[in-house]
């Protein structure tokens, strides 16, 4: 087939997919996860069932699968906001909080619980341990960050620290989060 005709192909079903996940994320929302089946997926994406099936065997690989693009699209701005802030300090600072900041907005339930078993949840907090690590190692180079406990562990600290903003009533709480956990991580 010509190029053309393949990257058009390519481009309805990743339209598809994504309106899928959009959907499926909306019914859930709407009506809890145990209201959401297969056939009210397909009449809000405005697709057949039969061909909702060729895209996905059951709600569950749904979402799963609009949970990795979350969890990628987290992923993709804490990247940003590393990269847009400037030293070491300023970067670890911006990233700390912006991961307070999603750990906020996602609070736990009935979907977290279900989503959160997948390999995927552990390949991502591996590779959000080390872009923390990597900063505290930068950190520790110039002098701004405590270079008597391993970064591995201070990481880990950052972390399990940060997921208390969950049960945070307001964006000045979290502030003050960060700005404890950051306390903790000074010479």
Not at 3 to 14: F, G, K, P, V
Not at 122 to 145: F, N
Not at 151 to 173: D, I, K, N, T, V
């Amino acid at each position: 087939m010509p190029r053309l005709w393949n990257d058009t192909i390519e481009t309805h079903r990743r339209a598809v997919r994504g309106a899928t996940l959009d959907a499926t994320s909306a019914l859930v929302a709407e009506h809890g996860l145990l209201a959401v089946t297969m056939s009210k997926i397909a009449e809000k994406t405005g697709i057949g069932r039969a061909t909702l099936y060729k895209y996905f065997p059951d709600v569950e690989a749904i979402l799963l699968a609009w949970h990795e693009r979350q969890i990628t699209s987290h992923l993709e701005h804490l990247a940003a906001v590393r990269d847009q802030a400037g030293d070491p300090r300023e970067r670890l600072e911006a990233v700390l909080a912006a991961y307070a900041r999603i750990s906020h907005q996602h609070h736990g339930g009935e979907l977290a619980a279900l989503l959160h078993q997948g390999e995927h949840v552990a390949q991502a907090q591996g590779q959000l341990t080390d872009m923390i690590r990597d900063l505290l190692v930068e950190g520790v180079e110039i002098g701004v960050t405590r270079g008597d406990i391993p970064p591995e562990e201070l990481a880990s600290y950052c972390l399990h620290a940060l997921a208390a903003a969950r049960g945070l009533p307001s964006q000045a709480a979290i502030c003050r989060l960060v700005a404890l956990t950051l306390t903790g991580l000074r010479p």
